[in-house]
C-alpha cells in the first residue's frame, strides 16, 4: 500500500466532516423543539427528493444545476468510502459485510446530522450515498487499483 493511503484517507474524514456538519439547517427552525425539527427535517419515502428535483428539471422550476450537484454530490460523497474502508478495514472486503457496515455508518450519519441540526434525514441521501460506495467498492475490486494499490 502506498504511504499516502492513510493520510489521504484522513484527509478525505476531515473532508467528508466538514461537508456534512459545518452550516447545517439548525438555524432556520431554532424556534422548533427537537422532536418538531426531526419530523420537518425527514424523508423517509424512498425516492421522494429524488423524484421532486427530476419533476423541477422538466417543469423548468429549477435549474438543473442544483439536482446534478445535490445528487451527483451523494453519490461521489462516498465514492472513495468503497475503496478506503476495504483497505483498511480487511474484515469488510467481502461485499455482504460491506454493505452492512456501510448502511450502519450512512445510517449514523444521517441520525447525528438530524440529532445535531447540521442537516436533515433523508432516505434518498442514505440511498444515493449507498449508490457511491458501492461505486467505489466496484473500483476497488478491479485488477487494476488493486495493482496501484500494491506498489
Known amino acids: 500500500m502506498h504511504k499516502w493511503m492513510k493520510p489521504s484517507f484522513l484527509f478525505y ?4 466532516f466538514f461537508l456534512m ?19 420537518a427535517s425527514s424523508n423517509l419515502i424512498p425516492f ?11 417543469s423548468g422550476s429549477l435549474n438543473a444545476d ?23 478495514i480487511k474484515s469488510v472486503n467481502h461485499i455482504g459485510k460491506f454493505v452492512g ?8 450519519l444521517e441520525l447525528i446530522q438530524l440529532v445535531t441540526r447540521r442537516g436533515s434525514f433523508d432516505v434518498d441521501d442514505f440511498m444515493l450515498n449507498l449508490i457511491g460506495a458501492l461505486i ?5 475490486n478491479t485488477k487494476f487499483v488493486q495493482r496501484l494499490l500494491r506498489t
Open 101 to 108: 457496515f456501510m448502511t450502519i455508518l450512512l445510517f449514523s
Open 13 to 16: 474524514l476531515i473532508g467528508l
Open 21 to 39: 456538519f459545518s452550516g447545517g439547517r439548525g438555524q432556520l427552525f431554532t424556534n422548533l423543539s427537537l422532536v418538531e425539527y426531526i419530523q
Open 66 to 88: 442544483v439536482p446534478i450537484k445535490n445528487l451527483g454530490g451523494n453519490v461521489l460523497l462516498f465514492l472513495p468510502m468503497g475503496i478506503y474502508v476495504p483497505l483498511f
Open 136 to 140: 467505489g467498492y466496484g473500483m476497488w
Open 48 to 58: 421522494e427528493t429524488i423524484s421532486l428535483y427530476v419533476q423541477a428539471i422538466n
